[in-house]
């Protein structure tokens, strides 16, 4: 499409409602396991961190290395061959207006560092606020061969000036979830229980697309600038990452298998090389966290972590990313 020709944005709910995604079929390996391990700041202060070194390397005769669980945020974009968001029948926008607003992560089984998955797709929410649309993506992922689920994605997609689809009156409203149950955040007036500062590097954006989400907007100063920015910016799914890595570091020594799901709010954008500060709130198996960008003072995500198990001890799980205040 040329770049002066806009899309006329609309929504139809019931076309979108009634199609039926087709099941999408990939493998990954240690290499992609490992390759968005760094990409999402994995061992990027210290090459031979004892608490994340399993993430990248047979340690200590270890058969595989160890998975996070935001890796499994890569596999809805499985469904768009890399554009980042799945192509709804029904729905027409203009993708230079679209925000993804939130991702929800629910891991069933510890994820295997190598595997060949099968992605079933639907539209969990459509819901009409007049100047956008608001679009819930869920992808629900199982082993190929044996069936067994191993987790749940749900992207909130915002959709903005392709609202209005309904009777003003009467919002048109769609969701197989209660939406206030996974959004409902409040940062505490406490102190953190733990901080954790980690430097992005400015290469950030470049080494995570090569996980698989090519938008331009994260690699190409030309379409940055255009989008309104002063140069590309870091992807919302790797700040993710960096926020989870922060919790499991903090509180699991390190064992990305203690996570059990994982919810984000996407607040701000985050330049390549700024310094990310994750606070973080201990609330039983809950932890709450809010991540900053420190250049600027600005909050850039916010969300929590629920853990298997409680904390056993706040103070010898504290790292040295900034430990309790």
């Known amino acids: 499409m040329a770049t002066n020709e806009r899309t006329v944005a609309s929504v139809d709910p019931d076309v979108a409602l009634a199609y039926r995604f087709p099941e999408v079929s990939f493998a990954y390996d240690e290499r992609d396991v490992a390759l968005y391990a760094l990409g999402v700041g994995a061992c990027g202060a210290d090459a031979v961190d004892d608490k994340e070194l399993h993430l990248v390397h ?24 890399g554009r980042g968001i799945v192509n709804v029948p029904g729905i027409h926008f203009d993708e230079s207006l679209l925000l993804h607003g939130q991702q929800y992560i629910e891991i069933y089984k510890p994820i295997p560092s190598c595997a060949s998955v099968v992605n079933k797709v639907k539209v969990a929410g459509l819901h009409d606020k007049g100047k956008a649309t608001i679009l ?14 191993l987790c749940m994605n749900r992207s909130t997609i915002f959709l903005r000036g392709a609202g209005g689809f309904s009777d ?26 733990a901080v954790h500062e980690d430097q992005t590097q400015q290469s950030q954006a470049l ?7 090519y938008n331009p907007l994260h690699s190409d100063p030309v379409v940055a600038q255009i989008a309104g920015f002063t140069r590309p910016i870091l992807h919302g799914l790797c700040t993710l990452g960096f926020a989870a890595r922060a919790v499991i570091k903090s509180f699991c020594n390190g064992d990305p298998a203690a996570v059990r799901n994982i919810f984000g709010r996407f607040l ?13 709130w201990v609330d039983g198996q809950r932890v709450q966290y809010q991540t900053k960008a420190k250049e600027r003072d600005r909050a850039v995500l916010s969300g929590y972590v629920l853990l298997k198990h409680i904390p056993s001890s706040l103070s010898s799980h504290a790292d040295n990313g900034g430990g309790r205040l």
């Open 58 to 81: 047979h340690r200590d005769s270890q058969r595989h290395i160890k998975v996070l669980p935001t890796f499994v945020s890569l596999f809805p974009n499985k469904n768009s061959n």
């Open 136 to 149: 819930e993506i869920e992808t629900t992922t199982s082993l190929k061969d044996s069936g067994e689920v």
């Open 168 to 193: 003003s009156s009467r919002p048109y409203s769609y969701t197989t979830y209660p939406a206030n149950q996974i959004s409902r955040i409040s940062i505490p007036n406490s102190a953190p229980s």
């Open 207 to 213: 080494l995570y697309r090569l996980s698989g989400d």
């Open 268 to 280: 701000l954008h985050v330049y390549p090389g700024e310094t990310l500060v994750t606070e973080m």
